[in-house]
């Protein structure tokens, strides 16, 4: 079993930045990757990036290329997201997810979930 425990949301204006953290406890052995979503009341989990265990690949939702960066600190099997130039549109719950195969926008392709933090972006 895996536990994800997400923290740095909150409240920004739009235009700026917000650090995201996930810390990964357990048994993170078995995980191949780890990514984030982001979900809004009524709609769908929607896929923001993923990282391979290693660090050394990166997907990104067309959404965030370039205003957004995730990185992987291994030592403390943490995944990191650094999100910039942020938009109203941004606002969401914010989930860390870990998984165990190969990586997909889909949220069954992942195995664990935190239980998210809250962004909210002002105009």
């Known amino acids: 079993q895996v536990e994800l425990v997400e923290s740095g949301g909150g409240l920004v204006q739009a235009g700026g930045s917000l650090r995201l953290s996930c810390a990964a406890s357990g048994r993170p052995s078995g995980i191949y990757g780890m990514a984030w979503f982001r979900q809004v009341p009524g709609k769908d989990r929607e896929f923001v990036v993923d990282?391979?265990?290693?660090?050394?690949?990166?997907y990104y939702a067309d959404s965030v290329k370039g205003r957004f960066t995730i990185s992987k600190d291994n030592t403390k099997n943490t995944v990191i997201l650094q999100m910039s130039s942020l938009k109203p549109e941004d606002t969401a719950v914010y989930y860390c997810?870990?998984?165990?195969?190969?990586?997909?926008?889909?949220?069954?392709?992942?195995?664990?979930w935190g239980q998210g933090t809250q962004v909210t972006v002002s105009s």
């Open positions: 997810a870990a998984r165990r195969g190969a990586p997909g926008q889909n949220p069954r392709a992942y195995d664990y």
């Open positions: 990282i391979s265990y290693s660090g050394s690949n990166t």
